[in-house]
């Protein structure tokens, strides 16, 4: 994933690796990589956020179940959170974002759900699948305990320097939701 996007929060594929490369081994990502980061940082920060409100705007809060989910991994703030179902994800309108977006894969049918900060997007085909948000939840959690900006800016660099399937922050996300496969 040759940059960015995949901070958008998170995007979050319907299937699991097996693959434990990412906390078996610690890559040092390019100094191009975190270049291109930086120059989009803003860019991807203004997707986030614009995303965030849309979610905001038309989303439902957290179930009495996915509420207790959140407090239980240690959410702050879960009475934030709001998900929204829609046939296709959010993507980027700046045409940079958007063509690293697709660069790194994002906007795929893989992608069953995708954070944007406190608001949580999930594909409508999806909408029975709790999985996906409990593992969305994780990158909630991932965001609040570093601060959207640095998670995004983290989350970017994984998905340039790892590949989606072995990200740290995808493995730990994946390992809190450990054998709930979408």
Request: glycine share 6%; hydrophobic share 40%; aromatic share 12%.
């Amino acid at each position: 994933m040759p940059i960015l996007l995949a901070a958008f929060a998170s995007a979050c594929v319907s299937f699991k690796s097996d693959s434990d490369a990412a906390s078996a081994t610690a890559l040092a990502p390019s100094p191009e990589s975190i270049r291109q980061v930086e120059a989009l940082l803003d860019k991807a920060m203004q997707f986030q956020e614009a995303s965030e409100r849309l979610a905001f705007s038309k989303g439902r809060a957290l179930t009495k179940d996915e509420a207790g989910y959140a407090a239980a991994l240690g959410i702050e703030h879960p009475e934030k959170i709001r998900v929204r179902y829609q046939w296709r994800l959010p993507k980027p309108h700046d045409p940079e974002l958007l063509a690293t977006f697709k660069d790194l894969g994002f906007g795929s049918w893989l992608e069953g759900g995708r954070t944007h900060g406190y608001g949580i997007f999930v594909k409508s085909y999806f909408s029975s699948k709790s999985a996906i948000i409990r593992h969305e939840l994780v990158h909630v959690l991932q965001a609040e305990r570093m601060g959207l900006r640095a998670f995004t800016r983290q989350y970017l660099i994984e998905a340039m320097t790892y590949g989606y399937f072995d990200m740290p922050l995808e493995a730990e996300a994946f390992n809190k939701t450990e054998g709930e496969r979408y």
